[in-house]
């Protein structure tokens, strides 16, 4: 298990230098096509700024468009067990007590957000409260505690700040393309117009290459949250079992959206093709994860 976490977190800094790398590129193929070494500091000025407003802000959007309530301590009491159940992993896992919120839906789901342990936040659906048993709610809240522990929120706060930059450039490309001619006075030396050319294409390309990359950091934290979440709770079964259950049911989500997608336990979105799922997933296939849980010994 120690070796699983370990090769994760090796490939999860792996993955985020080619994104960083990729970034860079987007900045400078977009300052080599517009002849504007200003570009390629604004790319990095805004990423900051993005950056900056999510960290801060980015977990009260999100619990909002969820449509989560926090549950208080005057709550009904099955409310307050859930907390308990919340207080006693943290006891173990050394972490501070997050605030827990329910979302009215009757989806089994559950997610994590937050900046750092101190500021965390963990939301669950009725739908799950309803559905598992404590042993696999546990598993569950162990995982998004592990989500939390590894700061991989706040990864993925920044992770999809650095695709949204990507992407914005990109965009004003395309929307600059359109005025830009490759026979202007600019443009008269055919050095310049292959290198312009292929800015062009690492630009069109970059955001692909990025959205590949976000997905393939999703999918390693999901198994490092599972793996992190077992040692947690000694018991693999629960969360694998909990699994089980979260890949039979067929409701949709309510709130979901792209954006948030890749915060969930499980995918939001129910799909049918199992190739297309598994190749533009946020999450890797529940089947890999169960049986990885299942192979577990602790």
């Known amino acids: 298990m120690y070796k699983e976490i370990a090769a994760n977190r090796q490939k999860t800094i792996f993955l985020i230098t080619i994104f960083l790398v990729i970034l860079i590129g987007a900045g400078y193929a977009a300052s080599v096509y517009w002849d504007s070494p200003d570009i390629l500091f604004l790319a990095v000025v805004v990423s900051i700024g993005m950056s900056w407003w999510s960290y801060f802000a980015g977990d009260k959007a999100i619990l909002s468009m969820s449509g989560a309530r926090l549950v208080r301590h005057n709550a009904e009491l099955k409310e307050i067990q859930i907390v308990h159940l919340v207080e006693n992993l943290c006891i173990t896992a050394g972490l501070p007590l997050p605030k827990v919120y329910l979302v009215n839906d009757p989806a089994p789901n559950a997610f994590a957000v937050g900046r750092d342990p101190k500021h965390a936040s963990i939301a669950l659906t009725t739908g799950i409260v ?11 809240i162990a995982h998004e505690l592990s989500h939390v522990k590894n700061y991989d929120i706040l990864l993925s706060t920044v992770v999809i700040t650095l695709l949204g930059v990507i992407t914005l450039i990109a965009d004003w490309m395309s929307r600059r393309s359109r005025w830009v001619s ?10 310049n117009n292959v290198m312009a050319i292929i800015a062009l294409v690492f630009l069109i390309l970059a955001p692909i290459f990025a959205q590949l990359i976000y997905l393939a950091i999703s999918r390693q934290r999901e198994y490092l949250a599972d793996a992190s979440g077992a040692l947690l709770t000694r018991y693999p079964e629960g969360l694998a079992n909990a699994l089980k259950k979260l890949s039979a049911d067929t409701n949709q989500l309510k709130f979901a959206n792209r954006a948030t997608a890749g915060l969930y336990i499980v995918n939001p979105f129910k799909k049918t093709n199992v190739m297309l799922a598994e190749t533009m997933s946020t999450h890797p296939p529940l089947a890999k994860r169960i049986a990885a849980l299942e192979r577990m010994n602790i």
């Open 182 to 191: 490759f026979n202007n006075n600019d443009r008269n030396n055919q050095g």
């Open 130 to 140: 309803e559905k598992l048993d404590k042993v696999e709610l546990e598993g569950v």
